[in-house]
């Protein structure tokens, strides 16, 4: 039986599931990032080789978990990149890993446009540690982009967004600099600080990462504080000016999908979303793996 592999190689996070000849999952893994612009290049292999080794059809041997050729189609999202990968990138992510008969990388943002399962105008607001927005007027046009500038220069409405702004307003009332807040427990909560200021040491002692920073933007987003609200809702509104932006530049039809944790973890941050774009808006009908699957489904056919 022939199988085939959709990818979602995010920036902190890969997911990828297995699917047969009619649309079953049939395995599914999840490991580190594929982004070698940010992990390298070697870390990025061995979170491949990760997901390799999760992966098993039915009836296959643990070792090696995919017998050679079992695999008819694989394509990689990767958010690595903003088109389709040069074949030397492809190769030297990929040989001695996954060799199937037909390979594919594009972006993260190809597979989920993918997962919209459609031949007409579509598009996607991606929330998560980042922020970005991409459509296209039809499956062959195109893909626009707005947004996706990263943590100095944009990420509007991201996970890493929300959490800066909540952690400043937490320490502007702790310091009086600002209104009392409840996000000021909260955020020593969150990082394990008896008062504010460990948080000094906490955050810079070693520097923290981005994702680590981001992660409280769930605590926000879970919060009854005032302050929590306003800032959850003042982010994504600016998150929906960019998305707004970009639909200027699509059909009036075009179909939009929601994805990434802020959208997925929060209805508050949703519905906010969508009051400040005037459009209603749902979650993917798939996740952005089955997409890769789907595109690997077609070039298997091309």
Request: hydrophobic fraction near 45%; proline fraction near 5%; glycine fraction near 12%.
């Amino acid at each position: 039986m022939n199988y085939y592999l959709g990818i979602d190689g995010g920036g902190t996070f890969t997911r990828a599931v297995l699917a047969d000849a009619q649309g079953n999952a049939v395995a599914a893994a999840r490991a580190g990032s594929l982004n070698y612009l940010a992990v390298g290049m070697e870390a990025a292999r061995a979170s491949l080789h990760n997901i390799m080794r999760q992966i098993a059809p039915p009836g296959s041997s643990s070792h090696p978990p995919l017998r050679r050729g079992a695999v008819r189609a694989a394509f990689i999202g990767n958010a690595a990149l903003a088109g389709p990968a040069p074949a030397n990138e492809l190769h030297v992510l990929c040989d001695g890993i996954l060799e199937p008969e037909h390979l594919a990388m594009d972006s993260d943002v190809y597979i989920a446009l993918e997962a919209m399962n459609t031949q007409g105008p579509c598009a996607v607001a991606i929330a998560g540690t980042g922020s970005m927005a991409a459509g296209r007027a039809g499956e062959d046009a195109p893909i626009l982009h707005t947004g996706g500038w990263g943590w100095i220069l944009g990420d509007e409405g991201s996970g890493y967004r929300i959490a800066c702004e909540a952690l400043r307003a937490g320490i502007a009332g702790f310091e009086g600099g600002g209104p009392e807040t409840g996000l000021t427990d909260e955020m020593c909560k969150h990082y394990g600080a008896k008062e504010p200021e460990e948080l000094l040491d906490i955050f810079y002692n070693p520097l923290k990462e981005r994702r680590e920073i981001a992660s409280f933007a769930r605590a926000v987003l879970e919060s009854d504080d005032a302050i929590a609200r306003g800032i959850v809702s003042r982010c994504a509104g600016e998150f929906a000016r960019t998305v707004r932006a970009l639909l200027r530049k699509l059909p009036e039809d075009t179909r939009l999908g929601l994805w990434g944790g802020m959208f997925q973890h929060s209805e508050a941050y949703r519905a906010a979303f969508c009051a400040a774009l005037g459009k209603q808006a749902k979650l993917l009908p798939a996740a952005p793996e089955w997409g890769a699957v789907r595109a690997a489904m077609r070039i298997s056919n091309a």
